[in-house]
């Protein structure tokens, strides 16, 4: 496991023991309750990494919310917030603050129950699927024999949880938004879980753990053993993202809460803390997608070459999160949004096709010898699918006044 | 602890159904079918068959609450008035009742040792579905394809 010919800066066993710091940590943490029962142990380990969980994944949210912001800000030639505290980074602490002492408005038409169920729901369904997720060596919260499909099964639920927000309001906009919202995620679910197939039917495995093992070694020293660098790979990621990018509803795909059109979507009705519920899932579904991406495609947390392997892995799996998230908020500051039924067009007619080309492409790789016959036979799958939809797809529509069919 | 565990999930679940069946609203009684589901899936859970689990949230909870929800929305206008009580339903409940309660009473314990199952692994599920079963996949794979274009003519633009 521990690359033995590790030299320079650390000693391997102070790499070793910085690596596992946290484990050690929650195994030493436990050795207090040795003298319980099993049934408690079981949950007490449980609940430290519930905790360490939320309380990493709440702060990288605090982090984000204000890193976005100031690099929003960069990129729009202006400043970012820079009142509270030093270069603002206080700003998160002022919001949550400010989120909490709004008054708290329920419509009175609304379904109180089911109104107030939503983001609770919603949250849920983004914190829990972090657990599957391994963030470092021997540090998977929660293993189980489906992981990858946990993730999919429990983010699923959120779809009803946004037709939940989107009804319990009893408003048309929230409405609009919630259909809309829930349109584009089940659109977008498919690719998105087409994309992942390839990986799986390489490592043969639905386990994060056994995936991320997967990728592990490298070519001369140099370049890691990640999917990203196989053809099928790096088609499948980019389709994984720019699905993330609309399953986490992200622009260029916010349709759902376009507040030029429908106000803000199904979230039109929350105010104060609530709001800040529907924000939360949304980063936390952001971080737990762009988290799966890096697992999948780039490697987990091992490290992009060998001779940086001393880093301990948590750092590298962070790292990579952060580089997919950085590039998630220059998207944001790049491009406008799209119109819904761009979206949708996107989804099924290139989308799709893309998605089943990736898995053909993985079994002729798989097929070909894994070597470098197999690496241009996958790349030529991709190449040819990928030119014959642009032929296909290409309308040769003209500049010309644009028709309306439903209005005027 | 697990026969704490099911007694709760158990308890949910029935709780759940029954709400799904007396609820006065139409969209809180789906709302509650999709609460049912999530117990049954963990009861799965509970007996070591986390695939079958996964893929009831998975299907029943992701798509097919979503499909009830959008379908009540889309071809009802009285959503939020309430329901009648569906005497029909309620006898129809009670008459499998009674037959299965019947059928179990009646039925002897068979005293077969169980044989010593292996852990089912997802791996081994699939397997299965691509060598034993692979007909029926494929079959359930045309009949879905059919089903999908057969929406898409419906949904088609009529040509003028």
Same mark, same amino acid.
């Given at each position: 496991?521990?690359?033995?010919?590790?030299?320079?800066?650390?000693?391997?066993?102070?790499?070793t023991s910085?690596?596992?710091?946290?484990?050690?940590?929650?195994?030493?943490?436990?050795?207090?309750?040795?003298?319980?029962?099993?049934?408690?142990?079981?949950?007490?380990?449980?609940?430290?990494s519930?905790?360490?969980?939320?309380?990493?994944?709440?702060?990288?949210?605090?982090?984000?919310?204000v890193?976005?912001?100031?690099?929003?800000?960069?990129?729009?030639?202006?400043y970012g917030?820079?009142?509270?505290?030093?270069?603002?980074?206080?700003?998160?602490?002022?919001?949550?603050?400010?989120?909490?002492?709004?008054?708290?408005?329920v419509?009175?038409?609304a379904?109180?129950?089911v109104?107030?169920?939503?983001?609770? &729901?919603?949250?849920?369904?983004?914190?829990?699927?972090?657990?599957v997720?391994?963030? /470092?060596?021997?540090?998977?919260?929660?293993?189980?024999d489906?992981?990858?499909l946990?993730?999919? *099964?429990?983010?699923?639920?959120?779809?009803?949880?946004?037709?939940?927000?989107?009804?319990?309001?009893?408003?048309?906009?929230?409405?609009?938004?919630?259909?809309?919202?829930?349109?584009?995620?089940?659109?977008?679910?498919?690719?998105?879980?087409?994309?992942?197939?390839?990986?799986?039917?390489?490592?043969?495995?639905?386990?994060?753990?056994?995936?991320?093992a997967?990728?592990?070694g490298?070519t001369?020293?140099?370049?890691?053993?990640?999917?990203?660098f196989k053809?099928? /790979?790096?088609?499948?990621? &980019?389709?994984?993202?720019?699905?993330?990018?609309?399953?986490?509803n992200?622009?260029p795909?916010?349709?759902?809460?376009?507040?030029?059109?429908?106000?803000?979507?199904?979230? @039109?009705e929350?105010?104060?803390?609530?709001?800040?519920?529907?924000?939360?899932a949304?980063?936390?579904?952001?971080?737990?997608?762009?988290?799966?991406?890096?697992t999948?495609?780039?490697?987990?947390?091992?490290?992009?070459?060998?001779?940086?392997?001393?880093?301990?892995?948590?750092?590298?799996?962070?790292?990579?999160?952060?580089?997919?998230?950085f590039?998630?908020?220059? &998207?944001?500051?790049?491009?406008?949004?799209?119109?819904?039924?761009?979206?949708?067009?996107?989804?099924?007619?290139?989308?799709?096709?893309?998605?089943?080309?990736?898995?053909?492409?993985?079994?002729?790789?798989?097929y070909?010898?894994?070597?470098l016959?197999g690496?241009?036979?996958?790349?030529?799958?991709i190449a040819?699918?990928?030119?014959?939809?642009?032929?296909?797809?290409? @309308?040769?529509r003209?500049?010309?006044?644009?028709?309306?069919?439903?209005?005027e | 602890m697990?026969?704490?565990?099911?007694?709760l &999930?158990s308890?949910?679940?029935l709780?759940?159904?029954?709400?799904?069946a007396?609820?006065?609203?139409?969209?809180?009684?789906?709302?509650?079918?999709?609460?049912?589901?999530?117990?049954?899936? *963990?009861?799965?859970?509970?007996?070591?068959?986390?695939?079958?689990?996964?893929?009831l949230?998975?299907?029943?909870?992701?798509?097919?609450a979503?499909?009830?929800?959008?379908?009540i929305?889309?071809?009802?206008?009285?959503?939020?008035?309430?329901?009648?009580a569906?005497?029909?339903? *309620?006898?129809?409940?009670v008459?499998?009742?009674?037959?299965?309660?019947?059928?179990?009473?009646?039925t002897?314990?068979?005293?077969?040792?169980?044989?010593?199952?292996?852990?089912?692994?997802?791996?081994?599920? /699939?397997?299965?579905?691509?060598?034993s079963?692979?007909?029926?996949?494929?079959?359930?794979?045309?009949l879905? @394809?059919?089903?999908?274009?057969?929406?898409?003519?419906?949904?088609?633009?009529e040509?003028?």
């Amino acid at each position: 496991m521990i690359n033995p010919s590790i030299d320079g800066f650390l000693h391997p066993y102070v790499s070793t023991s910085i690596d596992q710091i946290f484990v050690n940590g929650k195994q030493w943490l436990l050795s207090w309750l040795t003298f319980a029962p099993g049934w408690v142990v079981q949950i007490a380990s449980s609940l430290l990494s519930i905790i360490a969980l939320l309380f990493v994944f709440l702060s990288l949210f605090a982090l984000m919310s204000v890193l976005e912001r100031k690099i929003l800000g960069r990129i729009q030639n202006r400043y970012g917030p820079n009142r509270v505290g030093p270069f603002g980074l206080l700003q998160p602490v002022a919001d949550g603050i400010k989120m909490l002492i709004k008054e708290d408005i329920v419509p009175a038409r609304a379904d109180k129950f089911v109104h107030f169920l939503a983001p609770i &729901l919603i949250a849920a369904a983004a914190i829990v699927v972090l657990g599957v997720i391994p963030y /470092g060596r021997n540090m998977t919260p929660f293993t189980i024999d489906g992981g990858i499909l946990f993730f999919f *099964a429990a983010g699923s639920t959120t779809e009803l949880a946004v037709f939940m927000a989107g009804w319990g309001s009893n408003n048309k906009f929230s409405m609009l938004g919630a259909m809309r919202a829930i349109a584009q995620m089940i659109s977008y679910e498919l690719p998105l879980i087409i994309t992942v197939l390839p990986v799986v039917m390489v490592v043969g495995s639905l386990v994060p753990d056994r995936i991320v093992a997967a990728q592990a070694g490298y070519t001369f020293g140099l370049v890691p053993h990640w999917f990203v660098f196989k053809p099928w /790979g790096a088609t499948a990621f &980019l389709l994984f993202f720019v699905s993330g990018l609309v399953e986490s509803n992200r622009t260029p795909f916010d349709v759902p809460e376009g507040e030029s059109e429908i106000v803000a979507g199904h979230m @039109t009705e929350y105010s104060g803390f609530k709001y800040a519920t529907f924000f939360l899932a949304e980063y936390i579904g952001m971080f737990a997608i762009t988290g799966l991406a890096t697992t999948l495609f780039l490697g987990g947390w091992h490290s992009p070459v060998q001779v940086l392997e001393f880093i301990p892995s948590y750092v590298w799996f962070f790292a990579k999160l952060s580089a997919l998230l950085f590039v998630y908020i220059w &998207l944001r500051g790049t491009l406008p949004r799209t119109r819904i039924d761009q979206i949708m067009n996107f989804a099924w007619k290139f989308m799709l096709p893309m998605s089943f080309a990736c898995v053909i492409s993985a079994a002729v790789w798989y097929y070909a010898g894994r070597g470098l016959r197999g690496w241009l036979w996958s790349f030529f799958v991709i190449a040819v699918v990928y030119s014959a939809l642009s032929m296909l797809l290409d @309308t040769q529509r003209k500049f010309a006044p644009r028709t309306y069919r439903f209005a005027e | 602890m697990n026969s704490i565990a099911f007694v709760l &999930l158990s308890i949910l679940t029935l709780a759940a159904a029954l709400a799904t069946a007396t609820l006065q609203k139409l969209m809180h009684a789906t709302l509650s079918f999709a609460v049912t589901l999530v117990g049954v899936a *963990a009861l799965f859970f509970l007996l070591g068959a986390e695939f079958v689990g996964l893929v009831l949230v998975f299907v029943y909870i992701g798509a097919v609450a979503v499909l009830i929800v959008f379908t009540i929305l889309l071809t009802r206008r009285d959503v939020g008035k309430d329901r009648g009580a569906n005497w029909g339903g *309620a006898f129809l409940a009670v008459a499998v009742f009674g037959g299965l309660t019947w059928a179990i009473l009646e039925t002897q314990s068979v005293a077969i040792v169980a044989p010593h199952l292996r852990t089912l692994t997802v791996k081994r599920i /699939g397997e299965a579905l691509m060598t034993s079963y692979v007909w029926p996949l494929q079959c359930v794979g045309v009949l879905l @394809t059919a089903a999908l274009i057969g929406a898409l003519v419906l949904v088609m633009e009529e040509k003028r």
